[in-house]
Nanobody
Framework: QVQLVESGGGLVQAGGSLRLSCAAS??????MAWFRQAPGKQRDLVAS???????NYADSVKGRFTISRENAKSTMYLEMNSLKPEDTAVYYC??????????WGKGTLVTVSL
């Protein structure tokens, strides 16, 4: 059973920074990703990273967010800078293995105030 533990969410003022972490139990996952869901909206991809280090970002966060991972620890990070009120959402960690199975974390709330 894969378990994901997210941490690092909180309240920050606009322009500030936060760092999210996602620690996954089990083996190294082929792809790890962060999604977010704002109230009343769908869950959208924020950023993803493969086991080889290839990254992908949503246009809305390019240049502000950085995704990284430590394969030895099956841990993923999301460094968020220049935060905006529209970044307010619950951020979810998702990991996927080579068999195509995906696993979700329970989410961590990020609130950006004016």
């Amino acid at each position: 059973q894969v378990q994901l533990v997210e941490s690092g969410g909180g309240l920050v003022q606009a322009g500030g920074s936060l760092r999210l972490s996602c620690a996954a139990s089990g083996s190294i996952f082929s792809i790890m990703a962060w999604f977010r869901q704002a109230p009343g909206k769908q869950r959208d991809l924020v950023a993803s990273i493969t086991s080889g280090g290839s990254t992908n970002y949503a246009d809305s966060v390019k240049g502000r967010f950085t995704i990284s991972r430590e394969n030895a620890k099956s841990t993923m990070y999301l460094e968020m800078n220049s935060l905006k009120p529209e970044d307010t959402a619950v951020y979810y960690c998702r990991v996927g293995n080579a068999a195509g199975m995906n696993y979700w974390g329970k989410g961590t709330l990020v609130t950006v105030s004016l």
